[in-house]
């Protein structure tokens, strides 16, 4: 639903992305801007859960100031990059600090609960002695694959549609994991003197690339193939923003949740800045009655 | 499964004249309706009105919570806190407690030195803002009479007409809104509460009962 791609050119890397504010069935918001100026040479386009989308790119930036403001030098794209994906990776797994009293005792729970079921003699109603030992262990073995599989599972089960998402994951996370991840995606675009243009493709497990084009969303299923199709190493901006509006009128045709508006930012040598928006329905300048 | 909307109807607009803001007045737990008659728009401060949506109690809890840290916010820094401060405040709070189940749909309408403010907040930390909102499981109804009656240079009272009639759409449709529509007006001296209406009454104020000719009467058959 929610549409990000990007590509690098010839000097620039430009990234798109919708500007629809969604809850369930509803618009609430069409003009909301998802591409974050980070620096003055870098672009931070996320998609994900509202509230994690805000805080964490603010968080980042901020972060990214703060070691301005100390060294006196700018980060890096790359390192930037780096310590997005090494934020992602420590709220992936980190310990919440205050439910420590409370999920280990429900882990305990699950896994006493394991070992009682597996030390129940059952095997007591079987009389020859091998298939009884044998039964025996494979109890023992239930139970400590039962802790294991907790959260084994739990992981398996992230790739599961958004609004199941919140319950029946990032609740158990919560409560058997104690983590508390943020469920970003992140196209991360810069320029450094030194190395050009480039484009990070993060994803909300943490995962880094260093790519020439990248997608989020169920866009991505349009735009990465008409951007496979089309891109060439060294495009000019003329042929790359026509490149973004053919991927732009094809989401716009193909996608049945289509988000009408979209907002383009390009980043060179001159800086981050936004190029233009795309849109086909005006928010709050509704037709009079 | 997905969790149910929040069964309620508010709603807020920015006009030329200031903030106009709505809401209904039922409460429902499944399919009993528990009150018709709570107060879904709560008063932060003199300048600044919240909405509920959700959970009642943690509405009510964190705009109590809101109001304190804006005094306090005044008192440190010897002027009114503005209405982005006051919704980053109460966002940076729900964000804090996501995932532990907070249910909180709510819009900050006020009136500071920029003019008049909107935003959204919602328990999963999301903040927007806008020009236009309506939050709860009425919020479809009420988004479609209030997108084609707005304008934006509108009089106080043709703005408080359309809060009203939207809000009564809304709890005609949706089973969970009902109750009172009540409309408060933020300007630059602060909120007014403009009305409190029975959705019942207003619905026989907007369509009232036409005698109709009958068209056929039951009439006694004689004989056989």
Same mark, same amino acid.
């Given at each position: 639903?929610?549409?990000?791609?990007?590509?690098?050119?010839?000097?620039?890397?430009?990234?798109?992305?919708?500007?629809?504010?969604?809850?369930?069935?509803?618009?609430?918001?069409?003009?909301?801007?998802?591409?974050?100026?980070?620096?003055?040479?870098?672009?931070?386009?996320?998609?994900?859960?509202?509230?994690?989308?805000?805080?964490?790119?603010?968080?980042?930036?901020?972060?990214?100031?703060?070691?301005?403001?100390?060294?006196?030098?700018?980060?890096?794209?790359?390192?930037?990059?780096?310590?997005?994906?090494?934020?992602?990776?420590?709220?992936?797994?980190?310990?919440?600090? =205050? #439910?420590? +009293? !409370?999920?280990?005792? &429900?882990?305990?729970?699950?896994?006493?609960?394991? @070992? /009682?079921?597996?030390?129940?003699?059952?095997?007591?109603?079987?009389?020859?002695?091998?298939?009884?030992?044998?039964?025996?262990?494979?109890?023992?073995?239930?139970?400590?694959?039962?802790?294991?599989?907790?959260?084994?599972?739990?992981?398996?089960?992230?790739? =599961? #549609?958004? +609004? !199941?998402?919140?319950? &029946?994951?990032?609740?158990?996370?919560?409560?058997? @994991? /104690?983590?508390?991840?943020?469920?970003?995606?992140?196209?991360?675009?810069?320029?450094?003197?030194?190395?050009?243009?480039?484009?990070?493709?993060?994803?909300?497990?943490?995962?880094?690339?260093?790519?020439?084009?990248?997608?989020?969303?169920?866009?991505?299923?349009?735009?990465?193939?008409?951007?496979?199709?089309?891109?060439?190493?060294?495009?000019?901006?003329?042929?790359?923003?026509?490149?973004?509006?053919?991927?732009?009128?094809?989401?716009?045709?193909?996608?049945?949740?289509?988000?009408?508006?979209?907002?383009?930012?390009?980043?060179?040598?001159?800086?981050?800045?936004?190029?233009?928006?795309?849109?086909?329905?005006?928010?709050?300048?509704?037709?009079?009655? | 499964?997905?969790?149910?909307?929040?069964?309620?109807?508010?709603?807020?607009?920015?006009?030329?004249?200031?903030?106009?803001?709505?809401?209904?007045?039922?409460?429902?737990?499944?399919?009993?309706?528990?009150?018709?008659?709570?107060?879904?728009?709560?008063?932060?401060?003199?300048?600044?009105?919240?909405?509920?949506?959700?959970?009642?109690?943690?509405?009510?809890?964190?705009?109590?919570?809101?109001?304190?840290?804006?005094?306090?916010?005044?008192?440190?820094?010897?002027?009114?806190?503005?209405?982005?401060?006051?919704?980053?405040?109460?966002?940076?709070?729900?964000?804090?407690?996501?995932?532990?189940?907070?249910?909180?749909?709510?819009?900050?309408?006020?009136?500071?030195?920029?003019?008049?403010?909107?935003?959204?907040?919602?328990?999963?930390?999301?903040?927007?803002?806008?020009?236009?909102?309506?939050?709860?499981?009425?919020?479809?109804?009420?988004?479609?009479?209030?997108?084609?009656?707005?304008?934006?240079?509108?009089?106080?009272?043709?703005?408080?007409?359309?809060?009203?009639?939207?809000?009564?759409?809304?709890?005609?449709?949706?089973?969970?809104?009902?109750?009172?529509?009540?409309?408060?007006?933020?300007?630059?001296?602060?909120?007014?509460?403009?009305?409190?209406?029975?959705?019942?009454?207003?619905?026989?104020?907007?369509?009232?009962?036409?005698?109709?000719?009958?068209?056929?009467?039951?009439?006694?058959?004689?004989?056989?």
């Amino acid at each position: 639903m929610e549409c990000v791609f990007g590509f690098v050119g010839n000097g620039f890397a430009v990234v798109a992305a919708d500007t629809s504010a969604v809850h369930s069935i509803l618009v609430h918001k069409s003009n909301e801007d998802k591409i974050m100026v980070l620096d003055s040479h870098k672009l931070i386009a996320a998609s994900g859960e509202s509230g994690d989308r805000v805080q964490f790119t603010e968080y980042i930036q901020k972060n990214v100031a703060l070691y301005q403001f100390r060294n006196g030098i700018p980060l890096t794209t790359a390192a930037a990059a780096n310590f997005t994906r090494g934020e992602l990776a420590t709220a992936l797994r980190k310990v919440h600090p =205050l #439910a420590i +009293l !409370v999920a280990p005792s &429900l882990r305990f729970c699950v896994w006493f609960v394991g @070992l /009682l079921v597996s030390g129940f003699p059952f095997h007591m109603f079987l009389n020859e002695i091998p298939v009884k030992f044998l039964f025996k262990s494979l109890l023992i073995f239930v139970a400590a694959m039962l802790d294991a599989q907790c959260t084994y599972w739990s992981l398996r089960f992230l790739d =599961l #549609a958004n +609004l !199941v998402l919140k319950f &029946l994951i990032r609740l158990p996370m919560h409560i058997f @994991l /104690l983590a508390n991840p943020y469920f970003v995606n992140i196209l991360l675009a810069g320029y450094d003197k030194e190395t050009g243009p480039s484009l990070y493709y993060i994803d909300y497990i943490a995962t880094l690339h260093k790519v020439d084009k990248g997608a989020f969303g169920y866009g991505s299923y349009f735009s990465l193939s008409m951007m496979d199709r089309h891109y060439h190493s060294g495009m000019t901006v003329e042929e790359a923003i026509d490149l973004v509006d053919k991927c732009i009128m094809e989401i716009r045709s193909r996608l049945v949740v289509a988000p009408p508006n979209f907002v383009i930012k390009i980043v060179d040598k001159d800086g981050a800045r936004e190029y233009a928006w795309r849109e086909s329905v005006k928010d709050a300048a509704v037709a009079s009655a | 499964m997905v969790k149910p909307a929040k069964g309620t109807t508010t709603l807020a607009f920015i006009f030329k004249e200031g903030v106009m803001v709505a809401a209904d007045s039922r409460a429902s737990m499944g399919g009993y309706i528990s009150s018709q008659s709570v107060k879904k728009i709560i008063e932060i401060n003199p300048y600044m009105l919240g909405t509920m949506a959700g959970g009642a109690a943690d509405c009510q809890f964190w705009h109590r919570n809101l109001g304190i840290k804006c005094r306090l916010h005044e008192l440190a820094n010897k002027r009114r806190i503005s209405v982005t401060g006051a919704s980053k405040l109460l966002a940076n709070i729900l964000y804090s407690y996501r995932g532990m189940g907070l249910s909180v749909g709510t819009m900050i309408a006020g009136w500071d030195e920029t003019g008049p403010g909107l935003y959204y907040v919602d328990n999963e930390g999301g903040r927007l803002k806008g020009m236009r909102f309506s939050v709860g499981s009425g919020s479809p109804y009420a988004y479609g009479v209030l997108d084609n009656g707005y304008r934006y240079d509108m009089s106080v009272e043709e703005a408080a007409e359309l809060a009203r009639r939207a809000i009564y759409h809304a709890t005609f449709r949706d089973g969970a809104s009902g109750g009172v529509a009540s409309v408060y007006y933020v300007g630059p001296n602060g909120w007014k509460k403009l009305s409190g209406d029975d959705v019942g009454e207003l619905h026989y104020r907007y369509y009232p009962v036409m005698p109709s000719t009958v068209e056929q009467e039951m009439v006694e058959v004689t004989g056989a």
